[in-house]
């Protein structure tokens, strides 16, 4: 019995690496539209990431602006990745999938999160809190779902 119970939880913990992938909001190949993630930390402000400067987290790639937000990205990748697997966080608290634009942001609680639009997350920013919970409540459901809007 032992046995097998081991081999239903490396079956379970083998397969959330690529789970992890699909449920990441990507274009071309890359997270964030080839944003650098931690730029939105480091400068407050979306800064294109370059080819140069690229790993991969679960299965997704991520751009940075140079090495030191590449480097600061491996030591810590879930301080610096999108929240909802980089779907737009306003979308995810109405309980869908919606594609982002990089400039809408917003970085509350050394967490990153992204919005479909500028007029979005003005939306969003009426109610941050709020949306938030409703989109931490909605992500394990909604992450399942193939569909995006956008």
């Known amino acids: 019995m032992t046995?097998?119970?081991?081999l239903l939880v490396l079956l379970v913990v083998g397969s959330v690496g690529s789970t992890y992938a699909s449920q990441q909001f990507e274009r071309n190949g890359l997270a964030i539209d080839g944003y650098d993630p931690v730029?939105?930390?480091?400068?407050?402000?979306?800064?294109?990431?370059s080819p140069e400067f690229r790993t991969d987290y679960h299965g997704v790639t991520f751009q940075f602006a140079s090495a030191v937000h590449r480097e600061a990205f491996i030591t810590e990748p879930a301080k610096y990745a999108p929240q909802y697997g980089g779907f737009c966080a306003y979308g995810m608290a109405k309980g869908y999938k919606a594609v982002i634009d990089p400039a809408a942001f917003t970085v509350v609680h050394e967490k990153l999160y992204l919005n479909y639009s500028e007029s979005v997350r003005t939306r969003w920013l009426s109610d941050i809190p709020g949306y938030i919970q409703k989109a931490d409540a909605n992500w394990p459901e909604v992450q399942r779902q193939a569909k995006v809007q956008e």
């Open 3 to 6: 046995v097998v119970r081991l």
């Open 39 to 49: 730029a939105y930390f480091t400068e407050q402000k979306p800064v294109k990431g």
